[in-house]
Structures are given as C-alpha cells and as structure tokens.
C-alpha cells in the first residue's frame, strides 16, 4: 500500500543540527524526495535520492535511505532560522502515473 | 520569470457557486498535476495530465474537471462549491524520469 509517516514536529536550537526521519511502505519506489514549505508558499524540491543509494550530501544537506527499513532521513546541518519550515518527504510511484505520495510533514522549529 | 504560476492566489466564494483556477509552466515540462492541501498541511494528488492526456483521476468527485488547453496550462473548475472544498489547491508541474515536480504558490479557497 502507500502510506508514508513523519514525526510531526521537531524544535532544535540555531547552529545544532537537525534530522528528520520519514517511512514509506511501497518498496517499489524508484526516487525519494525531501521538499520544504514555508508559510503561505508552495513546495520547494530540495533533494531527491534514487532507491539504490545509500547517501546524497547537497552543501548541509544529507539525506540516508535504508531500504531495508524503508527508512529515509534528512539531516540539515548548521540549522539556521530560516530553516523554520514544514519539510515533506515523498515517493514517486514506479508506475506510470509519476504521482507522488507525501508524508504528513514535519514542522521544524528552529530557536534562537 | 516564474516557473509555476496560479490564479488567482485566494478565492473566497459561497456554497453552491462554480469556480475556475488557473495554472501555467514555462519549464517545458510535459506533465502537471493537480494536489489539494487541507488545513492539517496533508497534501494529496488530485489530478495529473501528461500531454494534454488525463493520467490520474485520484478518486476526486466529479464537480472537479480539470482541463489542460495545451501543455503548458491545466486549470482546475469546480462546479457546486462545498465547505468541504475548502483548502490550498496547488498545481505542480513535473520530468520524466525523477520526476522532479515544481509546485505553483497555491490557490487557497475558501468556501462559505
């Protein structure tokens, strides 16, 4: 079935950094992707990662895939406060539909 | 010199009455979509075009008609407006292949 989970919120301090962690349950899934939303705005594509990596590090952003677990992180380092955002990971179906299906996205907060 | 562009940004109208948005890419992406947004932030496909030619019909009711003129613009018309209708509507637009999808600011409805 589709069905991918995110911890609702995460709060961390500026400067530390911060990991947010999805599952997904449709092992079929060619591409994993991380988005970030900001109020009142669309999602923006921040990363994407292929189902036979392991690992992709884009400046302070590095995003983990366990396929076995079927567990994907996103760790951002240096967490600054216009880091403060909804961040959504998502699957793209291997059919063709090229639908994504989301997370329900993780509010992160970053303090002072 | 915008990617994705919606409207109108906000529509608020009454129950019953038929409404229109509108959406166009200049990314020369040959397949967008349609996602609703509700107010707890879970976002899910509604529609997806690729070529002018319907792809997903995401179990959506059948006051939604969406229509794509040519490939660049798909607009989205609800006829008898519900309370229930009420949310951010966003149009994406997306590659093949990773399908990397870019997300248009939204539409949000409000219906009273």
């Known amino acids: 079935g589709e069905d991918v989970e995110q911890s609702l919120f995460l709060s961390v301090r500026e400067g530390d950094s911060s990991v947010i962690n999805c599952t997904y349950t449709d092992s079929s899934s060619t591409y994993l992707y991380w988005y970030k939303q900001e109020p009142g705005a669309g999602l923006q594509l921040l990363t994407y990662?292929?189902?036979?990596?392991d690992m992709k590090q884009d400046q302070r952003l590095t995003v983990l895939l366990n396929k076995k677990d079927k567990h994907l992180s996103l760790r951002i380092a240096d967490t600054q406060t216009g880091d403060s955002a909804i961040y959504f990971c998502?699957?793209?179906?291997?059919?063709?539909?090229?639908?994504?299906?989301f997370g329900s996205g993780t509010r992160l907060l970053v303090r002072p | 010199d915008t990617a994705v562009s919606q409207t109108p940004k906000y529509l608020v109208t009454q129950m019953g009455n038929d409404k229109s948005i509108k959406c166009e890419q200049n990314l020369g992406h040959d397949t967008m979509y349609w996602y609703k947004q509700d107010s707890k932030k879970f976002l899910k496909i509604m529609f997806s075009y690729n070529n002018k030619e319907l792809i997903i019909n995401e179990t959506v009711p059948n006051r939604f008609s969406p229509k794509s003129p040519d490939k660049a613009h798909l607009n989205l018309h609800i006829n008898s407006l519900e309370l229930g209708d009420s949310a951010v509507y966003f149009c994406?637009?997306?590659?093949?292949?990773?399908?990397?999808?870019?997300f248009g600011p939204g539409t949000r409805l409000t219906v009273t």
């Open positions: 994406a637009s997306g590659t093949s292949g990773v399908n990397e999808q870019y």
């Open positions: 998502a699957e793209s179906m291997m059919d063709s539909s090229y639908k994504l299906i």
């Open positions: 990662i292929f189902s036979n990596m």
